[in-house]
């Protein structure tokens, strides 16, 4: 079984620190065999608010364990697109001056 716990350390002092969520994800393959290149899976997430559970079967073993995260993530909440994080993160600045109606920097 796999556990992430997601935790948020304000400014950086454990001592304020808690637990906001809770995944845990289980091989719930009935015959389990290494050789079996797929593998079933149940996992639930928890927050503070809400619990969700979920099944991913036929998962393929050769991936990386995050890409088996990731998955989970995606079922829990639904795609993200991906041009979001390319506009909302990468390009934070120029979102903001967007937003405040300011020219990019080279621009002035």
């Known amino acids: 079984m796999l556990r992430l716990t ?3 350390v304000p400014k950086g002092l454990e001592e304020a620190k ?4 809770v995944m845990e994800i289980a ?3 009935d015959d389990f065999d290494l050789a079996d290149p797929f ?4 996992f639930n997430f928890t927050t503070e608010e809400t619990r969700v ?9 050769k991936l990386s364990v995050w890409k088996l995260v990731q998955a989970c993530l995606q ?11 390319d506009r909302t993160y990468n390009h934070g ?10 020219p990019r920097k080279a621009e002035r």
């Open 53 to 61: 559970d979920g099944k991913i079967d036929e998962w393929p073993r």
């Open 93 to 102: 600045g120029i979102r903001k001056r967007k937003k405040l109606g300011l």
């Open 39 to 42: 593998g079933n899976y149940k």
């Open 27 to 29: 091989n719930v393959t």
């Open 75 to 85: 079922m829990v909440q639904g795609p993200m697109p991906l041009d979001h994080f």
């Open 18 to 21: 808690r637990t906001i969520g």
């Open 6 to 8: 997601l935790e948020i």
